[in-house]
Structure formats: structure tokens, C-alpha cells
């Protein structure tokens, strides 16, 4: 169980940790506190819950997620791909319905991590995340649009289509100061890093804009007119549990495990390519799912690593759970001495400051990259974004992880007989001749979604301990768009090491994805070679 659950906390404090260290990991939590306030409330908000349910939840479940999780600088709290599953289950089942759906779904991340599931994220392929992620970000945008304008809607549908129908039926209700609030809340959060980047634009706009509201008495709906009074204090209580209607619980709470689990271990993930580490994916599992149970004891919402936040920390200098700690800390005090004037935030505000986040969400960029791929990799990016936004978020990845096996199986089947003959075998197999500043590494089969970590930690492995590395691929039928992705970060890694990357054996289909992905440019075209010989002599050339 050790080895299962070990969290990195207690290990880096077994081994020590410097005074200095730890300063920058306070200056860090409070900086990444700051950054959290505006979110945990406007993610609660959007989600149909009260605003001192996302501070609950970013304060015990951030706590506990730092303190045992498995990743160095994971932030836990609420986050923006939340907001349309808790708008359904409490839209279905009451705020009731949705503590206990979070206790159970924290049940199941913690059976995730005891079966050693994390690892299992390597079979989401990377057009199956992108593909959801901005399905996320188009509804929680569609979400925002009644507060952003000001419309004059008692209760928004969940329905996306229908939700757009009501927006256009009631287009003639909305109020021109909400627009405003909600246009210069958006212009403060993108343009305020180029005068500070110590203090998030989202605070800053939420400050500024709330003191315009209440000095000029603008007429605009306020947390308050909403919500009325947010407590500022924390109590813990038992939800009132109806055993027979238990099983009603069961598909939210698998749809909550599920989605926290992604996200949890895709902010590791992407902490451990800033920070050079290595997170215990069943460790952070199992840390997911205590914050989870413990979480609505005390009126909290479903929580996971986030993204944001986790890069915020890092930026600022966190390098330990420390820091995670001590950013629930802040919140803390903020709610505890300053939530009550946190109901004179307009909800136009809020609607600018998630405006704001589904586009920093969007992955238009990865959206658009993988448009120019291969047809089987848009049919998954495209079937996970329009069943996430017109479906359900389960649905999608459901749909999307067995779409991705059956259209490898194609792509194999397309390919399987091609690979003997549009490639150059040579039959030199003993390297051993070779001067010690080349390395040869082959890569033998798809460079796929479930392989494309393990090639590219292995390539990189290889590749740091000398100064060229010829990567045969004569035995690569075809690269997907996570094989791409992660070919991308290892080229990136290895030149800023100044290692030579060569390539030989490389198919006609691989070369035109390759030219299409831009990685032809960045390697450099006469670093490419058909034949594994002519690539060997180019490389001891270079030694010479």
C-alpha cells in the first residue's frame, strides 16, 4: 500500500527541505490564493450553486489534494469543466443530490487508484481531450451569455440548443450596462499582466468593476440580488441520503470520477513538463477522491487538479505541496475577514471573468492543428466535441475512447500490408561500430496514442546521452495527433540539450503528416533520409 499511496509531501519532507524554499512556496500559495478567489466563486456561480460552496471547496479540497496528492505542485479546487455536469446533477437532483453524487464519485477515484488505473490515461488520445476540453469551453461560454448581456431570463435550460433559443427570443431585454461591465471585465483580465503580472487580471477586474457598481448605484444584478448574503464561516453536516433512490447516484457520480481523474492527472502531467518531475498517478487518484468525500461534508462541490492554477504556482516559484497548502490558507482568510462583500460582485463580472476561461480552455490552436491531420483523428476530435456539447460529457468520452480503438484497428488494416514495401530495409542491425556520440534508437510499430509517451520517454532517455540520435522508422506505419504532440516536446527537449535528431526509414504517409504538423521544418529535411545507411553516414560525418 506504500508504493500505492505514497504522497510526495511526506516524501520530500523526509528528505529535507530548504528554508529558502520554503519562503518562495508561501509567496507562492498566496499568489496562486489571489488567483483562485475570483475563480472558485464564478465556477460555483455558473454551476448553480452559492458562491461560498466554490471557496469551500477550493480551501479543503485544494488542502487536502496538496497535502496528499501525488504531484509536487498540483492546485485542487473547483474548475470550469465542472460547471455543466454540477448545473445537471443539481438541476436533476438538488444541491442534495449533488453532495452525494461527489462522496460517491470520490469513492470511485479512490478504487481507481488502489487498481492502479492512472496509468490507463495514456489510452485517451490527444484529439479525443482536445475535442472535449473545448466542447467544455463552448457550453460553459454558452452558460455566460444571459449575465454577460444582461438578459432578463428567470432559469436558463441545460440544453444547449434550447439554451440558444431562448437567448435569441430575449435578445430585446438586455441591458446595455451589463454589456459594458461585462466587455471591460474581459479587456482588465487579458491587458492588465502588461502593467503587473504579480496580480491576476481576474482580481483586479473584479475589485475594480465592483467599485464602479457600487459608487455609481449602476443597475445591474449583484451575487447578492441573486443569492443574497454569503456566509463566511464553515460548518460541517450530513446530507439527508434516501438509500432506495441511491442508485440515481451512480451515472453522475462515475461522470464526476471519471472527468476528475482526466483532469487531475492531465495537470500533473503538464506540472511535471514544467517543473522536470515525475507525479504517482495512483497516489493523486486516491488524494482526488479523499478531497472528494471529505469535500461536500462541508456544502463543497466536485474538485481536481487544475491547469491554471497548477502552471500559477509554478511560475511563482512552488516547487512542494507546500505551497498548494498554503493557497487554501489564503482563501481562508479572505472568506473568513472579506467574503461579505463578496455578494456586490455583478454577476456581468463573472460572466467576463469565465469568458475569459473558456477561451484560455478552448484549445483552438490544438483544435485547428489537428483539423489539418489525418480523417481519423478529426473523426474522433469532432465526434467528442459536438456529443459533448449536444449530448453529455460521459457520452463523449465513452464514444470517443471506442471510436479511437476501432479507427486504429482500420488504420492498422490500411497499413498492415504497406509496411514491407514502401520502406528501404537495410540489414545492418550491430551498432556497436558506431562512435559513442551516436545513438540509435527504433521505433517498431504505430507511433499511437497508448505508445507515444513510452516511445518519446525513451527517446529522450536515449537521445540526452549523446550528441546525435539516428531514430529508425522503418516499422512506423503512421504517427496520430498525440504521437505528433509528444514527438513535438522530445525534438523541443533534445535540441535545447543540443542533440542532432535524424530520422531515417521514414514512409511516404508519415512524411506528408510530418510536413502537416510542421515537424519536417523543425527537424530540417536533410535530417531525413529513406535509407538507414545514408542517415548513418550523414551522422558520422557530424563527428568528424
Known amino acids: 500500500m506504500s508504493k500505492l499511496f505514497n504522497p510526495k509531501l511526506f516524501s520530500l519532507l523526509k528528505a529535507g527541505i530548504d528554508k529558502k524554499q520554503i519562503s518562495n512556496e508561501i509567496m507562492a500559495g498566496i499568489v496562486v490564493g489571489i488567483v483562485a478567489l475570483p475563480l472558485a466563486i464564478a465556477f460555483a456561480v455558473a454551476s448553480g450553486v452559492s458562491p461560498d460552496k466554490g471557496l469551500i471547496t477550493a480551501i479543503i479540497a485544494g488542502f487536502l489534494i496538496a497535502l496528499l496528492g501525488g504531484s509536487r505542485v498540483q492546485i485542487g479546487g473547483p474548475t470550469g469543466a465542472f460547471i455543466i455536469i454540477v448545473y445537471g446533477i443539481v438541476e436533476t437532483h438538488g444541491v442534495q443530490g449533488l453532495i452525494i453524487s461527489t462522496i460517491m464519485a470520490g469513492m470511485f477515484l479512490v478504487m481507481f487508484g488502489c487498481l492502479k488505473l492512472g496509468a490507463l490515461l495514456k489510452y485517451f488520445p490527444h484529439p479525443l481531450i482536445v475535442g472535449f476540453t473545448s466542447g467544455i469551453a463552448l457550453v460553459i461560454f454558452s452558460t455566460q451569455v444571459k449575465d454577460a448581456l444582461g438578459l432578463d431570463i428567470t432559469k436558463v435550460p441545460s440544453d444547449f440548443i434550447a439554451k440558444w433559443e431562448l437567448y435569441f427570443t430575449q435578445l430585446h431585454t438586455f441591458n446595455l450596462t451589463a454589456l459594458i461591465l461585462t466587455v471591460a471585465t474581459i479587456l482588465i483580465s487579458i491587458f492588465s499582466k502588461k502593467i503587473t503580472s504579480k496580480i491576476p487580471g481576474s482580481f483586479i477586474a473584479i475589485i475594480g468593476v465592483t467599485l464602479v457598481v457600487q459608487i455609481l448605484d449602476l443597475p445591474v444584478t449583484t451575487i447578492e440580488s441573486f443569492f443574497g448574503e454569503i456566509p463566511t464561516s464553515i460548518h460541517f453536516s450530513l446530507p439527508s441520503v434516501e438509500w432506495a433512490n441511491l442508485g440515481d447516484y451512480v451515472a453522475p457520480a462515475i461522470t464526476i470520477a471519471i472527468l476528475g481523474a482526466i483532469e487531475s492527472l492531465l495537470s500533473a502531467v503538464v506540472a511535471d513538463g514544467m517543473i522536470g518531475g515525475n507525479h504517482r498517478s495512483n497516489t493523486e487518484l486516491i488524494a482526488q477522491g479523499i478531497a472528494n468525500i471529505v469535500t461536500p461534508f462541508f456544502g463543497g462541490i466536485p474538485a481536481t487538479g487544475a491547469i ?29 475577514f472579506f467574503g461579505k462583500w463578496a455578494k456586490l460582485i455583478p454577476m456581468s463580472c463573472l460572466a467576463g471573468v469565465l469568458i475569459v476561461v473558456s477561451y484560455n480552455m478552448s484549445e483552438w490552436r490544438a483544435f485547428r492543428s489537428i483539423l489539418k491531420s489525418s480523417a481519423f483523428d478529426i473523426i474522433v476530435l469532432l465526434s467528442t466535441f459536438f456529443l459533448t456539447v ?13 471510436l479511437s ?22 540489414l545492418i542491425e550491430d551498432y556497436s561500430y558506431l562512435p559513442k556520440e551516436i545513438t540509435v534508437y527504433e521505433i517498431s510499430g504505430p507511433f499511437f496514442f497508448a505508445s507515444a509517451k513510452k516511445y518519446a520517454q525513451l527517446i529522450e532517455q536515449i537521445g540526452l546521452k549523446s550528441k546525435i540520435i539516428v531514430i529508425r522508422m522503418r516499422h512506423v506505419p503512421f504517427i496520430d495527433a498525440t504521437g505528433f504532440r509528444n514527438f513535438h516536446a522530445v525534438i523541443k527537449s533534445l535540441h535545447d540539450s543540443h542533440v542532432k535528431i535524424i530520422l531515417s526509414g521514414v514512409t511516404e504517409s508519415v512524411f506528408r503528416d510530418m510536413k502537416k504538423y510542421d515537424l519536417v521544418n523543425e527537424i530540417g529535411k536533410k535530417h531525413i533520409f529513406v535509407s538507414f545507411n545514408n542517415a548513418l553516414e550523414y551522422a558520422e560525418s557530424k563527428c568528424r
Open 390 to 402: 449536444l449530448v453529455d460529457l460521459t457520452v463523449a468520452i465513452e464514444v470517443g475512447v471506442v
Open 405 to 426: 480503438a476501432l479507427l486504429f484497428m482500420k488504420r492498422m488494416a490500411d497499413h498492415g500490408e504497406q509496411i514491407q514495401t514502401d520502406v528501404n530495409i537495410d
Open 308 to 336: 491554471a492554477r497548477t502552471a500559477t504556482n509554478v511560475k511563482n516559484g512552488g516547487r512542494t505541496p507546500i505551497a498548494g497548502m498554503i493557497h487554501a490558507a489564503t482563501l481562508l482568510l479572505i472568506m473568513l
